[in-house]
């Protein structure tokens, strides 16, 4: 069983950057990913890292995911923040080291972490 706690949302103007981290229990062997959700919205995936990373298009050149083995923690480097950013971010781990952009092919949530960007 894997545990995963989410930090580092908040609320930030258009253009300006955040970084939220996702600290995991047990092994660091996992595929995490970040997805978020808005309002009415489904699930979308935003990035993920194996043995590479992954981008959505839309957030390609602005956001960055980088892990840190030793803690055991993912984390999510967002710059050029933009309002269609606001959502709440999911991270999630999944035990194949190969990433995919489904949702439902993760095995573990976090809580999510509200991310609020005005304009």
């Known amino acids: 069983q894997v545990q995963l706690v989410e930090s580092g949302g908040g609320l930030v103007q258009a253009g300006g950057s955040l970084r939220l981290s996702c600290a995991a229990s047990g092994q660091s062997r996992y595929t995490m990913g970040w997805f978020r959700q808005a309002p009415g919205k489904e699930r979308e995936f935003v990035t993920a890292?194996?043995?590479?990373?992954r981008y959505a298009d839309s957030v390609k050149g602005r956001f960055t995911i980088s892990r840190d083995n030793a803690k055991n923690t993912v984390y999510l480097q967002m710059n050029s923040l933009k309002p269609e950013d606001t959502a709440v971010y999911y991270c999630?781990?999944?035990?194949?080291?190969?990433?995919?952009?489904?949702?439902?092919?993760?095995?573990?949530w976090g809580q999510g972490t509200q991310v609020t960007v005005s304009s």
């Open positions: 999630a781990a999944r035990t194949p080291w190969t990433h995919t952009t489904r949702a439902d092919e993760y095995d573990y």
């Open positions: 890292i194996s043995w590479s990373t």
